[in-house]
């Protein structure tokens, strides 16, 4: 355990530091007595993982705030400065982009204000965007790198920081460990660089990016349709639509790239469609969960809606909903979505012959075996990476840099998907219009996306997938979840819910030339599996389950029995 003294000493240099602002400092006197808050502002620094920093916003170590945002770009700097070294000395510059969350625009102008601090041109957009447009751009402007200040789907008073490389994809754990490196080394607040917006803009170190960036993203996006022509001879006019941006940034580039598709039946739950901070109208604004549709679908229902789309805050991921026979709707799973854009694009490619030869599939080691069963009934190749859209965008790196493979699509289960090279990180919006233009497509065959579906699952087999997640706040739910995880590790089970235990995989141990990873995956001799994997961003730990069955009701028996006796195991 964390000594007392040690974090009041922390909190102390705080108050003392000439660097920070005399708001911090008061936010950290009011706190005087409180030693629980205050030992979990200070007993560690907030940590930049392999996808950045996320934590609660306030004053501390802990936390996002200015200070340890400046920190972390001090490091990123110093990353991009040295590689710059190593590729000629050109002056490298850097993508800013921001969500719609409490202080993202600020921690935004921070970050770009310390890249100027170090000599590093910053390309801040003035007012919020989505996270794959930011992907995007960093491509198209042949940038260094990029920065996201987005806390994705999490509650409201978190943020946090993601950090790009010129790819657009997000850092790899071998950059990562290098911008790690450099962070390590910014001891002091005093030794973050940093200018004045006014120095930066006089300077050209701070160039604002505007609303002429969103026509090339959106065209960009729109290009990537299989059946426009279709759509735009009345398909795209038949299909009814309602989408909610969950007060988020996906309300303008989804409405605009649908726009170009040709529909004109697109809803927007008014409630949620202006930015909010708080996401008020939610618990959480995280397009996975039933709830976070409840307008939507009061909407839908009124106006007779053939499916309900949702964004997160920062537009990576995409949730949907689709009406039943019965006119009720239903929510699909990350799995489903996939499944069915996946089958509806592979199937159109083949249709009009433009299915590559050497095309591939990408998927995460958690993610549905369906959608790669599908894959290679198209005759693709199926790859597997770690969880993280930026192991996919690793993957498209290779693909591209060999050329042995055309990417052809890339998801996870957790609402993730990127069809198209335009960029490197899973994009909600793309996934919007496709989801939209397959609802057009089987609407005009009298089909709704649920009776596409139940095509899929006729063909290829009932596979059913589940999530469940332990939330253990605090340093000592860390500690619990290394436990839990030595002890499935150390003392694997041999059978669950009736069936052998045929293999254990371990990636700790770096299978299958992944990086090493803290998850283990157990086969079933009866083709079901279920994994075990610590989230990287949050105190909690994610068990995942799978299971094929010859009948819908099988697998849904079948997954729920394999669920409940692995939580029992956990509980227990």
Same mark, same amino acid.
């Given at each position: ?20 602002? $005399? ?33 609660? @916003? ?5 936390? !996002? ?61 003035? +007012? ?8 995007? $751009? ?6 260094? /790198?990029?920065?996201? #200040? ?63 960036? =969103? ?34 940034? %996906? ?39 039933? $709830? ?16 309900? @789309? ?7 991921? !995409? /949730? ?10 239903? #929510? &699909?799973? /990350? ?5 069915? #854009? ?25 993610? +549905? $075996? ?24 690793? *993957?498209?790196?290779?693909?591209? *840099? ?52 139940? =095509? ?17 706040? %605090? ?45 283990? *995956?157990?086969? &079933? ?23 094929? /069955? ?23």
């Amino acid at each position: 355990m964390s000594n007392p003294l040690t974090v009041l000493d922390k909190v102390q240099s705080w108050l003392e530091d000439a660097n920070i602002d $005399e708001a911090t400092k008061q936010e950290l006197r009011s706190l005087e007595g409180h030693t629980a808050e205050l030992e979990d502002r200070f007993y560690k620094d907030l940590e930049f993982g392999t996808g950045g920093l996320r934590g609660v @916003i306030g004053a501390g170590s802990n936390r !996002m705030n200015r200070y340890t945002v400046g920190r972390a770009t001090q490091g990123f700097a110093a990353y991009l400065l040295a590689n710059a070294q190593e590729h000629g000395n050109k002056a490298p510059s850097v993508v800013i982009a921001h969500d719609s969350r409490h202080f993202s625009p600020e921690f935004a102008l921070e970050s770009a204000l310390v890249l100027a601090g170090n000599g590093i041109t910053a390309k801040l957009f003035r +007012s919020l965007r989505p996270t794959p447009q930011l992907s995007f $751009e960093v491509r198209r402007l042949n940038a260094d /790198g990029g920065i996201v #200040i987005t806390a994705s789907h999490n509650p409201p008073e978190y943020n946090g920081y993601k950090v790009y490389n010129n790819t657009g994809g997000q850092l790899v754990p071998h950059e990562a460990e290098q911008v790690i490196e450099q962070i390590r080394q910014v001891q002091s607040f005093g030794e973050v660089k940093r200018l004045t917006q006014e120095e930066a803009e006089a300077k050209g170190l701070l160039v604002w990016l505007d609303e002429a960036e =969103d026509e090339a993203f959106a065209d960009t996006v729109a290009s990537v349709s299989v059946n426009r022509e279709l759509l735009q001879n009345g398909a795209g006019k038949d299909v009814v639509v309602v989408y909610t941006p969950l007060h988020g940034t %996906g309300n303008k580039p989804v409405r605009q790239v649908l726009d170009k598709l040709g529909f004109s039946q697109i809803h927007i739950v008014p409630e949620q469609e202006q930015p909010d901070p708080e996401f008020s109208t939610v618990k959480s604004p995280n397009p996975e969960e039933r $709830e976070a549709f409840t307008k939507a679908i009061e909407l839908g229902t009124k106006i007779n809606a053939d499916l309900l @789309i949702g964004t997160d805050p920062d537009a990576d991921r !995409m /949730g949907a909903v689709v009406r039943t026979k019965d006119g009720k709707y239903e #929510i &699909l799973t /990350g799995n489903q979505s996939g499944a069915i #854009i996946v089958n509806y694009l592979l199937s159109q490619l083949k249709e009009q012959g433009n299915l590559p030869a050497n095309g591939a599939v990408v998927k995460t080691i958690v993610t +549905s $075996e369906l959608g790669a069963v599908i894959a290679e009934h198209y005759g693709l190749t199926v790859f597997n990476t770690l969880t993280g859209f930026k192991y996919i965008g690793e *993957k498209m790196n290779e693909f591209e *840099k060999s050329g042995d493979h055309t990417f052809v699509f890339g998801y996870e289960e957790s609402y993730g998907y990127l069809a198209g090279n335009y960029a490197r990180d899973k994009d909600a919006v793309v996934a919007a219009s496709l989801i939209s233009e397959a609802a057009a497509y089987y609407k005009q065959q009298g089909k709704t996306l649920m009776d596409a579906l139940e =095509d899929i699952y006729r063909k290829f087999g009932y596979y059913r997938e589940a999530l469940s997640s332990l939330t253990m706040k %605090g340093k000592d739910g860390v500690a619990k979840i290394n436990d839990l995880m030595t002890a499935w590790r150390v003392s694997p089970p041999d059978a669950v819910n009736g069936a052998k235990v045929t293999k254990v995989l371990d990636y700790s141990k770096g299978l299958d030339g992944l990086p090493k990873e803290n998850v283990l *995956k157990f086969l &079933l001799e009866d083709g079901s599996w279920f994994c075990l994997r610590p989230s990287g961003t949050e105190p909690k730990i994610k068990f995942y389950f799978a299971v094929k /069955g010859s009948t819908d009701e099988e697998a849904k028996a079948r997954l729920a029995s394999l669920q409940e006796e692995v939580l029992s195991r956990v509980e227990a």
